[in-house]
């Protein structure tokens, strides 16, 4: 390990907290982090030179690849004009695009207004308060009650996080959050009162921290139908979905749904800046006009350009490059050599996102403590690719760019891990 490797790691274990990770095994003498420095395309290197590929999107948010050239020079080009300029009282001609291309995507008069935050737990949380003061504000004060379904995960911030159905984190703050019911399928929704619902909460066609559970298909056309019939606001969580993952632009595309709220983040710069949106429609937004209707929230970098200009830059490389047109291909190329490498485990598939469920030869689990997930994915690193479990679920999300033979190179990489383990 070169000297400057070794004191970036001294600073960050003596300083640094990182997410999700326990901070024992992370300080730990004998575990090496890996300090990435650079990356172009799906490839990512170390600061000891070593390439990966970036099998996870570096978090689920990288569409085109690293450094892609397009996204580099309009970074560059608003930073000759302004990098940041205050959304609160003020406009800017990035954020007014970008807006107009969002809504653009939807038949005009569905969903029309973009509100602007940081990222997906803010545009849930946007999404969530907006329907809540909805109610307060149209004769409906009765609707306070939210719903979500087992399982899922909506964000990290309080409101977020009470939609949450994964206890490992957010058991310990349930009595702090706001009052939700979770179902696990739509004939426990249809039993409940829907008088009392002000929305209703889904990652359209895939859970992804549930282990990339799918949902079954028409699932999402029959849910937007009982709200349809009760005046309950159906709120589509795409943060994880949105921008090509799926297939489509939007997984809602999928069955034809346009929601009351669609919260979007990750993928909105192409993986390149913090950035959220929370697009709903006309007959929401004109209830909040008026000085005691005021919708009190927001940040600091709200609609930030220089986030805008790469998100439009972004929405550019789509059309150019035939991103959407190309990722018919590209999913069902994914979802062959994934089956065809993992015959013995669990392969969920939808588009260009993948999990794959580590089983015992019989079929059973492995038991949690030996996190069997963990040491695939550390050993995946040796064959040159990088990744997350979700438990003994490999999560394969490669950014839209990747060609076959970069797909292949990285299914191979996955499969050398779990043979060096006699998985």
């Known amino acids: 390990m070169n000297d400057q490797t070794q004191q970036w790691l001294a600073w960050d274990r003596r300083h640094c907290w990182h997410p999700f990770t326990d901070q024992r095994d992370w300080c730990d003498p004998d575990f090496e982090p890996l300090m990435l420095v650079r990356g172009e395309g799906v490839w990512l290197w170390d600061s000891e030179g070593r390439r990966y590929f970036d099998g996870n999107s570096s978090i689920w948010t990288n569409i085109h690849g690293h450094a892609h050239p397009v996204l580099n020079a309009a970074a560059h080009a608003q930073l000759t004009e302004v990098a940041h300029t205050s959304y609160l009282g003020f406009a800017n001609p990035r954020a007014s695009e970008l807006a107009a291309r969002l809504c653009g995507f939807f038949p005009s008069d569905t969903l029309t207004r973009v509100f602007f935050s940081d990222d997906g737990s803010t545009a849930v949380e946007c999404a969530v308060k907006m329907a809540l003061q909805y109610r307060m504000q149209t004769g409906a004060s009765e609707r306070t009650r939210l719903v979500a379904f087992d399982n899922a995960y909506h964000g990290d911030t309080m409101g977020a996080a009470s939609l949450g159905g994964v206890s490992l984190f957010f058991e310990r703050f349930r009595k702090f959050g706001m009052p939700v019911s979770f179902v696990r399928d739509l004939v426990e929704l249809r039993a409940l009162d829907a008088r009392e619902i002000a929305a209703v909460i889904i990652e359209p066609l895939i859970q992804g921290v549930n282990q990339m559970r799918l949902w079954p298909a028409g699932m999402l056309r029959e849910l937007r139908e009982w709200c349809d019939a009760t005046g309950v606001h159906l709120i589509l969580d795409e943060v994880m979905t949105g921008f090509g993952r799926t297939g489509t632009m939007f997984a809602c595309e999928r069955e034809g749904v346009v929601p009351d709220f669609l919260c979007l983040a990750k993928g909105l710069t192409g993986g390149y800046l913090p950035l959220a949106a929370t697009i709903t429609t006309e007959t929401i937004y004109r209830a909040f006009e008026g000085p005691e209707n005021v919708f009190y929230y927001g940040h600091s970098y709200t ?70 997930g963990v040491r695939v994915c550390l050993a995946a690193r040796e064959f040159g690719l990088l990744t997350r479990p979700i438990r003994d679920t490999i999560v394969l999300m490669p950014p839209l760019c990747a060609t076959d033979e970069e797909l292949v190179f990285a299914v191979e990489a996955l499969k050398k891990a779990t043979i060096k383990h006699r998985l």
Do not use: W, Y
């Open 303 to 372: 609609a930030n350009p220089l986030g805008c200009a790469v998100a439009l830059a972004s929405l550019h490389v789509f059309a150019a490059e035939k991103v959407i047109e190309r990722l018919s291909h590209s999913a069902d190329f994914f979802a062959r050599i994934l089956h065809e490498a993992f015959p013995r485990h669990q392969v969920r598939v939808c588009g260009m996102i993948a999990g794959i469920e580590l089983r015992r030869a019989d079929g059973s689990a492995f038991p949690a403590e030996e996190k069997t």
